[in-house]
């Protein structure tokens, strides 16, 4: 009989939330949506069914995050969000009370931090505890972050990019932009209003990135047909989009991640940076699998960026070792109730 691990490590994204069960591994990866009717403030949906919700409600309906840049945003959603999730994650197992470990942002206050350990507990979780993000990507990615060497990891989501430099299990330096996948998606609904005055919604902007978009120019550019709606004439129209142009469309932004990645390069002690530059940076997160994105970095840096295997997952991953070996890990735990 296999034993029952009551644990779980959940990835609280602002666009996903993925949970990790030891043993098992990933058994949900859902969006970070909640529908409420407005009328009498009551949960319609959760998940992947209010995310098809989006955009499409009737007007009393709205459909919306309650994780905002990587935090809390809106408590009382955001915990019934977590129950729905620990539910059912757990299935009929539900007689116990699982000890739950969820991912911060780096640049998360203790208050935010408390925010999130109540909704846990609430949620039914037997014990919570916390853990930034940075650490969990890092230890999803396979990093050693006990040794005494820097390592540099850059985690790019849909709300929040983290940079940090970790050494001996903690966080030596570390910053956190909230410009990273949905800013991406942003500029791109953005450009195609300017350039083409054609309005797109946000799934489309995310599609664009993904099929088409490139964090440098290319010279074998990608071409995608855009659907969208005329400003002018308010009617259904199509443009054809390519990979450059996206690029240009996304400058500021990118350029708002690099200079993340500066900043924590400027507070890395020189013994640190050095293991950085032998051993490079390694990008977990969603939005780091922009195409080029690493060669990006290495032409603004000077230092070699690899893409971490699994990236989308890193998070997830390191949630699970994490609670598997709370003991190796307990110093990078900031909270436990």
Request: charged letters at 25%.
């Amino acid at each position: 009989m296999r034993s029952f691990s009551r644990k779980l490590g959940i990835d609280l994204g602002t666009t996903n939330i993925l949970v990790f069960v030891p043993g098992t591994g990933i058994v949900l990866n859902e969006p970070s949506v909640v529908a409420v009717s407005e009328d009498d403030n009551r949960i319609l949906a959760i998940g992947a069914e209010a995310k098809t919700m989006i955009g499409r409600t009737p007007e009393d309906i709205v459909a919306y995050r309650p994780m905002k840049d990587g935090v809390i945003a809106d408590y009382r959603v955001t915990e019934a969000m977590l129950r729905y999730y620990i539910n059912k994650s757990l299935g009929k197992w539900n007689i116990f009370k699982p000890d739950v470990l969820v991912s911060v942002p780096a640049g998360v206050t203790s208050t935010e931090r408390r925010a999130v350990i109540e909704a846990a507990l609430k949620a039914g979780a037997k014990n919570a505890y916390v853990v930034k993000e940075p650490i969990l990507a890092a230890i999803g990615a396979g990093i050693p972050i006990q040794e005494a060497a820097g390592h540099m990891i850059v985690d790019i989501g849909g709300g929040t990019t983290d940079v940090a430099v970790i050494s001996l299990g903690g966080i030596v330096a570390s910053t956190s932009v909230k410009v990273a996948g949905n800013k991406i998606d942003a500029a791109i609904q953005e450009y195609v209003k300017r350039t083409y005055n054609l309005s797109i919604g946000d799934k489309t902007a995310e599609e664009i990135k993904i099929q088409i978009g490139s964090a440098i120019p290319i010279e074998d550019e990608l071409t995608m047909k855009v659907n969208g709606r005329d400003f002018v004439l308010g009617l259904p129209r199509t443009v054809e989009l390519k990979t450059n142009e996206v690029t240009k469309a996304i400058s500021r932004e990118l350029r708002d991640m690099i200079g993340a990645i500066k900043d924590v390069f400027q507070d890395t002690p020189p013994e640190l940076s050095s293991d950085i530059i032998d051993k490079g940076i390694i990008m977990t997160g969603g939005s780091s699998q922009l195409r080029n994105f690493p060669e990006l970095v290495l032409r603004r840096t000077g230092v070699k960026a690899i893409l971490a295997k699994d990236a989308l997952y890193c998070v997830a991953l390191g949630t699970g070792i994490a609670l598997q070996h709370l003991d190796i890990y307990k110093k990078s735990i900031i909270a436990k109730k």
